[in-house]
């Protein structure tokens, strides 16, 4: 089950959501009474109804379901939420958003992004297993610092226990596609083991996984991304460390360390479809050149928290994270090259030149704020807080040991302050607030590679054929800063207990992915202090919202519409990389939701529905105004959501179906390519065709654990992933097959 809420919070660390109840079932914020359920993606502990934002929230039991689905935290997020984006079900999350742009995902409130080179794996850094529930708080705003122009997703892991002595839980699953076939074999093994006594208390834990090879619905393996990388044929570990001590009753200390890594085997390679023959492409036994894709990351998290320091809410948290993405090799093509833009005729002949890619970066970071309300006039609730973040990041090419993106220091210090009115007994609420980014990078001069692009010759095409260099251009480095005054603002009006609306406005903070740009420079006299494709990504997000959750109903309505002069874009070229444009961007959508508990005892049904329009300014020279639509690479397709969960005693069930629904892309572009019928590439070959996926999950608990069995894609839908559908109508690489019906079973014990 999702609940949509406009919540309180602390930051980090869910202080008082225990991982484990007494009786040893998970905790869930329907069944935990008198808990307090901490949302640390807010930063306040005001009331739930005390906020113009919508925020929801995934429960414990809600992920558990969602993992034995489909694997991952971003696949639960993106099932569960209408304006989220169909995933990839790769390793790279590019191009997946929330309401069209790009949400922040954090782990205990610390970014997973790397804000200079976004490598788009922040969706896989921890294991979902360790994740105690999934705050989403919608729409551009800067309640957590850089990025979140799309939104927050920020997963909150398990908490301390409660209870003297040892508890915990284990997991094991199997996983098996649906001819069950030895290759499509896969299994997870995980461990959490707690231990309280007095005010020391520690968490300790560990995961395994291995995926087997994927399947579209007609048995056929799903096609690789060399490059970008894979969750199938892969292996995953992740190491999970919690220590807590209690200063005083109101006081406490936590240090919280995680190490995910995720490797692909490298036992496949790719096999080219055809889009006009509706073939998807494949994958054969094989072995790419160079190291397999992986992901690997590293993070320690040490928070100070006191909920009575001076009459008021005190939180700190400073924090280390360390990230390594490695990019796959590209085998050579049908001509026996390798990637163009690796070749340099200095290192050998073109097309013989093999190269991959690896992002390394590290994050030093900082977070304190002090909550309380006004003495003497208790109705006003005033925040302060300060933020701070340092990144280091490059992105180098491991095979030849040359550098592609330049080192590069990001860092950003940002003064914030909130305020919240209560008025009329709190009918009506005003709440507002400012946050002064301040952010400075440092780049040193640097060479851009050679980059070679490869131009077929042809019978009408006999001069400036074949490989053509185009890069290798000298930049001189420089040390910009931009500085933005940040504004939020809103009003909640509650008539009724359970009844209420909101109009609020946002602005969210982003650097864009300023790798992509400086790594594309191709003409000389470039300086970066000057070049303007690095300033920020300013956006705003004005809502309108109304609730109603009252008896049976759960109910929730939001129109929003928001806007950035100049926000990024990714372009994708022909070789599959994707290349930053700094346009202007509006986006406009409308999102609803409906639960209702039947008289059926334990029996609830859901609806969720979701409608987005995203124009961009597509002329040659731009002029400020919007006039074709976003792509599939920047905007999600319109979405219908349907789901009857089941929740009585030992069992519980649950049925749920996605309906995305075709969508037409439509601008200047496509209106050239209609008038010129035998255009090569026209728009039209970018739309989306539309499909409906049903998943199913039932669970018994027993005397010795809960046994489930979890089915994704039930009726075996054969479909192309959205992604796939809407970009690149050429390139027979990229036309992959989303998973035919895939079967896991699983057991848990918790004591």
Excluded at 53 to 58: E, K
Excluded at 456 to 481: E, F, I, Q
């Amino acid at each position: 089950m999702i609940r949509k809420i406009a919540a309180a919070a602390l930051l980090g660390t869910a202080l008082s959501s225990p991982a484990f109840a007494q009786d040893g079932a998970p905790v869930d914020e329907d069944t935990a009474a008198g808990e307090t359920i901490v949302v640390t993606a807010a930063r306040t502990i005001l009331p739930p109804n005390a906020l113009p934002l919508t925020i929801d929230i995934i429960g414990k039991d809600a992920l558990d379901q969602q993992l034995a689905i489909s694997g991952s935290v971003t696949d639960a997020v993106a099932n569960l939420t209408p304006s989220f984006s169909p995933t990839r079900q790769k390793l790279s999350g590019s191009g997946e958003t929330l309401r069209g742009r790009s949400p922040l995902y954090a782990i205990n409130g610390i970014p997973q992004s790397t804000p200079m080179r976004d490598g788009s794996r922040d969706g896989f850094t921890i294991d979902g297993f360790f994740v105690d529930r999934v705050e989403l708080i919608f729409g551009s705003n800067a309640l957590q610092g850089i990025g979140g122009t799309g939104g927050i997703v920020n997963q909150v892991t398990v908490g301390a226990p409660t209870e003297e002595g040892l508890s915990g839980r284990f997991l094991l699953q199997g996983t098996a596609d649906n001819d069950f076939s030895k290759a499509g074999m896969g299994g997870k093994a995980g461990g959490l083991v707690q231990y309280k006594a007095g005010r020391f208390d520690a968490s300790v834990g560990a995961t395994y996984e291995i995926r087997g090879v994927f399947s579209d619905a007609k048995g056929r393996p799903i096609g690789l991304n060399l490059t970008q990388g894979e969750t199938q044929d892969s292996k995953a570990t992740n190491f999970f460390a919690r220590i807590g001590y209690e200063l005083s009753p109101s006081a406490r200390l936590d240090l919280i360390a995680s190490r995910f890594e995720l490797k692909g085997d490298g036992d496949y390679v790719a096999i080219a479809g055809n889009r006009a023959l509706g073939l998807p492409t494949s994958a054969v036994r094989g072995t790419p050149p160079g190291v397999p894709a992986a992901n690997r990351t590293e993070s320690v998290a040490l928070s100070l928290t006191d909920t009575d320091l001076g009459g008021g809410n005190f939180v700190s948290q400073i924090f280390f994270n360390r990230s390594r993405d490695t990019f796959g090799g590209e085998s050579r093509d049908a001509q026996g090259r390798y990637i163009a833009t690796f070749q340099d005729p200095v290192l050998g002949p073109i097309g013989d030149v093999f190269d991959q890619s690896q992002n390394r970066s590290r994050k030093l970071g900082a977070k304190f704020s002090y909550e309380r309300a006004v003495p003497g006039f208790e109705d006003l609730t005033l925040t302060i807080g300060f933020d701070a973040l340092v990144d280091k990041t490059e992105q180098a090419l491991i095979a030849t040991n040359r550098v592609w993106v330049p080192p590069s220091d990001f860092q950003s210090l940002a003064p914030f302050g909130q305020a919240n009115l209560k008025l009329f007994d709190g009918v009506v609420r005003l709440a507002g607030g400012l946050r002064w980014e301040n952010v400075k990078i440092k780049i040193d001069d640097f060479h851009t590679l050679a980059s070679t692009t490869f131009v077929a010759c042809s019978a009408t095409v006999t001069t400036n054929c074949g490989p053509l260099t185009y890069g290798g251009v000298d930049v001189a480095g420089g040390k910009p800063k931009f500085k933005d005054l940040l504004i939020n603002g809103g009003v909640i009006v509650e008539p009724w207990a359970g009844i209420r609306a909101y109009a609020s406005y946002a602005e969210g903070f982003t650097v864009p992915d300023i790798g992509r740009i400086t790594r594309g420079v191709n003409r000389t006299g470039v300086d970066i202090d000057n070049f303007l494709d690095i300033s920020p990504v300013v956006s705003n997000n004005r809502e309108i919202g109304f609730e109603a959750k009252r008896g049976p109903v759960d109910a929730s309505a939001a129109y929003f519409w928001s806007s950035s002069d100049k926000g990024q874009l990714l372009i994708t070229r022909p070789d599959r990389i994707f290349d930053v444009q700094r346009l202007r961007v509006e986006i406009q959508g409308l999102e609803v939701n409906l639960g209702v508990q039947t008289p059926i005892d334990g029996l609830k049904l859901n609806v969720g529905y979701a409608h987005l329009i995203g124009r961009f300014d597509s002329d040659a020279v731009p002029d400020g105004k919007v006039d074709s639509d976003l792509d599939g690479v920047n905007i999600s397709p319109d979405r219908l959501n349907l789901a009857a969960s089941y929740n009585s005693g030992p069992l519980s069930a649950r049925i749920q179906t996605q309906v995305y629904l075709k969508r037409r892309f439509d601008g200047k572009a496509r209106a050239a390519d209609d008038a010129n019928p035998n255009h090569p590439l026209k728009l039209a070959d970018n739309d989306f065709g539309g499909y409906t996926l049903t998943d199913a999950y039932v669970r018994y608990q027993t005397g010795v654990g809960g046994i489930s069995l979890s089915v994704q894609n039930l009726f075996n839908k054969q479909y192309i992933d959205y992604s796939s559908d809407t970009r690149l109508p050429s390139d027979q690489l990229s036309y992959f097959a989303g998973r035919g019906r895939t079967f896991t079973l699983g057991w848990d014990y918790r004591f």
